[in-house]
């Protein structure tokens, strides 16, 4: 058996689809969404996750209609600044990958400010993915060895120049809603983590739903490409 693992990356996969099998808008998907991640973070606290990584938003979600991309800001903004002193009360370090310049100046106040009031908190970190894409997050890593003028890198450089930099990889990565890809998250840091994919859409997405997700992470035997204690 495999201990708990210690960190947990979610792809919150369906809001949409929710929304239209109850003939309602997409952004009333989110919201239920943004409720169930709500619940998802207490769970994960709760059972003792240490990292727990949210993909929020990705790059390319900025080419969804604009209502929708303001109806998500809207909903980030709210929940990181409503839900700052209970972080604090529970212990959560709030951080954040992906590039949030390009996020409107509201929500990126309402970010530094959460960062900064939770940056002691030690029980465990939530990270947000927004504005994330790993293709881009790659690329800014190796602008950045560019610019500290580094000949030739090496993984671990690599590693520590991305938006990631001293947490540890995923061991367990959910997809809700059906989907089957990884849709440019966590490419690198996924080299070895486990997936779980499950057709139940993200608002539906409960606690014993993730239960069941770790439950069956832990009876996985993870080899790392070596051979494992059956050989
Ligand atoms: C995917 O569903 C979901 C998103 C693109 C956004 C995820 C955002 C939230 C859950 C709300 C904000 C989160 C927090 C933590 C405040 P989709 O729209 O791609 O669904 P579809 O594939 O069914 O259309």
């Known amino acids: 058996m495999n201990p708990l693992p210690t960190h947990i990356a979610i792809i919150m996969d369906g809001n949409g689809r929710w929304a239209r099998t109850k003939g309602i808008p997409r952004e009333e998907g989110h919201r239920r969404g943004a409720e169930t991640a709500e619940n998802i973070v207490e769970a994960c606290r709760d059972m003792g996750i240490r990292y727990l990584t949210l993909y929020a938003f990705s ?33 959560i370090r709030f951080r954040t990958i992906g590039d949030i310049s390009k996020l409107p ?59 990631t930099a001293g947490i540890p990889n ?38 014993k739903d993730l239960e069941e997700a770790i439950r069956d992470y832990m009876k996985r035997e993870r080899r790392f490409g070596g051979v494992g204690e059956g050989a």
């Not at 790059?59 to 700052?84: F, G, T």
């Not at 989907?179 to 608002?203: D, G, I, M």
Request: aromatic residues 10%.
């Open 59 to 91: 790059e390319e979600n900025w080419q969804r209609p604009l209502h929708e991309v303001d109806a998500l800001m809207c909903l980030l903004q709210y929940y990181i600044s409503a839900k700052r002193s209970k972080m604090i009360e529970n212990d």
């Open 105 to 163: 100046k509201e929500v990126v106040l309402e970010i530094e400010r959460t960062k900064e009031e939770t940056s002691k908190c030690n029980g465990m970190d939530l990270i947000l993915a927004v504005s994330y894409s790993s293709d881009s997050e790659i690329v800014r890593a190796v602008n950045k060895l560019i610019a500290k003028g580094v000949k030739e890198v090496t993984a671990a450089d690599i590693s520590s120049h991305l938006d």
């Open 170 to 207: 995923p061991d367990l990565l959910i997809r809700t809603s059906g989907e089957l890809r990884l849709s440019n998250f966590l490419l690198w840091q996924c080299a070895y983590t486990e997936f779980y994919f499950t057709k139940v859409l993200w608002p539906d997405f409960t606690r």
